[in-house]
């Protein structure tokens, strides 16, 4: 290279004029919509939760069952006659065109998965906003490059940079958002030069999210630092059954979407409508037993409880299958929404379920419930996405604790290969497979 072209490369003007204004301008636009989404869940979920427990008992019982059934009707209409493309969790549409479809992604897709993700998380759904997050912001890139008319190179780079300015904002978690991108997308693509791209914005829509929602961990967890300790060694059965436990969440959500795909004689906007019915007559039957109402929505208060120690004892377990229930029915009978929290929370209250039974038979302090929480939402989350270092990040990232990342490390390594074992094919993947859609990764070749 010349002294002249080094110089023209390093140009401040020229380098805002391409690339470094591109992935500001995409995390400032993403970081501003997924706050927004974020609050509009948020808003329609508790203004509900306000009206129905002000109600009468039995009037508030049956609006715990019925909501999540009338926000799936919605859904259902939308699905059936508006969007067909806006139901599920996002990151499988978004894989899809990625390597399928040339990145071209639209707005009108993003923005009814908004709408619907809104509706069936703001009344109750047991889902999570982050994988439609990563869909909307990665529509919302895919858009900017195609008005931008990037060269083909540069435009394949959106989706990548899209996805991770989604989730660094969704969950507060630069870190993690990055890694995730690597190993959700780009392990099959080495050539891959949007790994700047995804750290500008990636950081960029951080840093919105901090400004209007504040700078602090997603789980406020008043767990104080660890030192190394023999109790840790609950990493190991925490990674063992996160794997096995995963893999049957996987297992139960693939058959069970099946039987609602082949239900021929249910209408197909009304599937979600059932799910939704039977997803809150399981979180009301939990509800009554425990008075947690976790298994509906995002269940944000629970994580900061368990993680606080407390919650203990049976209610844990309860917790545990409960959610699993919860989730594979709103999912797999079409509701629109993600896994990634409902696999946190579910490994949370494994965990949870561990520590309380070596505080009880050893009469240790109740921080190691919390800090065995931790370590399931690590391992479960590992066994059930398959993306192992992120699931680290993840979780240190959301907690703010540091201290127990050596086992959390080793838990999560061992979900993941435990998980992997028994099936072979990732979550995101299967769900395409069960629709009829083949990744085409030899177009990695084409893109770069």
């Keep these: 290279m010349t002294l002249k072209k080094f110089l023209h490369a390093l140009n401040p003007v020229d380098l805002l004029r391409r690339d470094f204004f591109i992935y500001i301008l995409i995390g400032l636009i993403c970081g501003s919509a997924a706050v927004i989404f974020h ?4 808003f329609v979920f508790e203004t509900l939760q306000e009206y129905k427990n002000q109600q009468i008992q039995w009037l508030m019982l049956t609006l715990m069952i019925s909501l999540p059934a009338l926000g799936g009707l919605f859904i259902g209409f939308i699905i059936q006659y508006v969007e067909p ?44 906003r982050e994988g439609p997050t990563v869909h909307l912001c990665a529509s919302i890139a895919s858009e900017i490059g195609q008005w931008l008319k990037l060269r083909r190179e540069a435009f394949y780079s959106m989706i990548p940079i899209g996805m991770a300015a989604g989730l660094a904002a969704a969950f507060n978690t630069p870190l993690a958002a990055i890694t995730f ?55 190991l059965p ?14 139960g959500l693939l058959n069970t979407r099946r039987l609602f795909q082949n239900w021929k004689q249910c209408p197909d906007w009304g599937k979600p409508a059932v799910g939704g019915l039977a997803m809150g007559i399981t979180g009301t039957t939990i509800f009554l037993v425990t008075g947690h109402e976790g298994i509906f929505g995002l269940g944000y208060n629970d994580f900061n409880d368990t993680l606080s120690g407390n919650i203990f004892g049976v209610t844990l377990l309860l917790l545990f ?106 979550l995101h993947e299967a769900l395409l497979l069960q629709n009829g859609i083949h990744l085409n990764y030899q177009s990695s070749q084409s893109k770069h």
């Design 39 to 42: 609050l509009s869940i948020r």
């Design 85 to 128: 493309q806006a139901g599920g969790g996002g990151i499988p549409q978004t894989k899809a065109a990625y390597w399928n479809n040339k990145s071209i992604l639209t707005l009108k897709e993003a923005f009814w998965r908004f709408i619907l993700t809104v509706i069936s998380l703001g009344s109750g759904g047991s889902l999570g």
């Design 181 to 235: 991108v690597i190993e959700e997308i780009l392990l099959h693509n080495y050539k891959s030069k949007a790994i700047g791209g995804i750290i500008f914005a990636a950081v960029t829509a951080a840093a919105v999210e901090r400004l209007v929602l504040g700078s602090n961990p997603v789980y406020l967890v008043g767990l104080p630092p660890f030192e190394i300790d023999w109790w840790m060694f609950i990493s």
């Design 238 to 251: 925490i990674g063992v059954l996160g794997g096995i436990f995963s893999h049957i969440f996987v297992s």
């Design 321 to 426: 299958i409960g959610k699993i229930i919860a989730t594979i029915l709103s999912y797999s009978s079409g509701g629109s929404g993600g896994i990634i929290a409902p696999s946190l929370y579910m490994g949370m209250m494994l965990g949870g379920s561990l520590g309380f039974l070596l505080i009880h038979f050893f009469d240790l302090s109740t921080n190691i419930l919390g800090g065995a929480a931790l370590l399931g939402m690590g391992a479960f989350f590992a066994g059930t996405i398959r993306v192992p270092f992120t699931s680290v990040l993840l979780v240190y990232e959301m907690t703010g604790n540091y201290s127990l990342i050596l086992p959390l490390m080793f838990g999560n390594m061992l979900a993941y290969n435990i998980a992997e074992r028994l099936r072979p094919i990732p």
